[in-house]
């Protein structure tokens, strides 16, 4: 079954520092989203993208948080100046193309900030 | 928003009994509730939805039912075995584009 890539799998960085976390869904797939779980806690919406611009965003997704597709293929997630409340799992989804249909989660990127 | 409520948190049956996990949902405009498993180190994955066309829904051992008018869901797994040990999801979202998950439960399968 073709799956969701995310690059790193694990990302360290210092308080105030950029980050950029790499995800490439199913090639077929229109509807793009980010999610992150906090250690013991649910999963929690930060934005939808779809037809190069985001459709939803949650009240977590504020000015330090950017998204982008920079090509066919690549989804990246931007946090430009990192806060230890930052530290979680990302997720990245996608679906084929509707809101309301499977999402394929990818395994995540673990980031820990220090 | 949507907000999700998930209970209980945690649940321990031995195998072969049957786990019930129940969500209920704010927003009467969603119409889609899909249930995620979620193991160790991985991302969550889908095991079953339900729309808000249908009350029910089985697929072997599991079943989701849906009760609109009172805003609540749930998740029905039989004949419990060790590997469905995992954290399940319920989320729910409407014809926008932010799916709102639960808190999740534990459910662990003693042998």
């Known amino acids: 079954e073709p799956e969701v890539t995310q690059t790193p799998s694990h990302q360290v960085t210092q308080m105030g520092q950029e980050v950029i976390l790499r995800c490439v869904p199913i090639?077929?797939?229109?509807?793009f989203y980010w999610y992150r779980q906090i250690l013991g806690q649910k999963v929690e919406f930060l934005v939808s993208f779809y037809n190069n611009e985001i459709s939803e965003k949650s009240e977590i997704f504020d000015d330090q948080f950017s998204v982008e597709r920079p090509d066919g293929s690549n989804f990246t997630l931007k946090i430009r100046s990192t806060k230890l409340e930052d530290s979680a799992m990302y997720f990245c989804?996608?679906?084929?193309?509707?809101?309301?249909?499977?999402?394929?989660f990818g395994s995540g990127t673990q980031l820990s900030v220090l | 928003g949507e907000n999700v409520e998930q209970h209980p948190s945690t649940l321990s049956v031995q195998e072969g009994d049957s786990a019930v996990i129940k969500c209920t949902y704010s927003d009467s405009a969603s119409n889609y509730f899909p249930w995620y498993k979620q193991e160790l180190g991985k991302g969550p994955q889908l095991i079953i939805d339900i729309r808000s066309n249908v009350g029910e829904k089985k697929d072997q051992r599991i079943a989701v039912t849906l009760n609109k008018t009172a805003k609540h869901f749930s998740l029905h797994i039989t004949e419990t075995q060790p590997e469905d040990s995992a954290v399940y999801f319920c989320?729910?979202?409407?014809?926008?584009?932010?799916?709102?998950f639960g808190a999740g439960t534990r459910l662990t399968v003693k042998p």
């Open positions: 989804a996608s679906t084929v193309s509707t809101p309301n249909e499977k999402l394929f």
């Open positions: 090639s077929n797939h229109l509807y």
């Open positions: 989320a729910a979202s409407g014809n926008n584009n932010d799916m709102r």
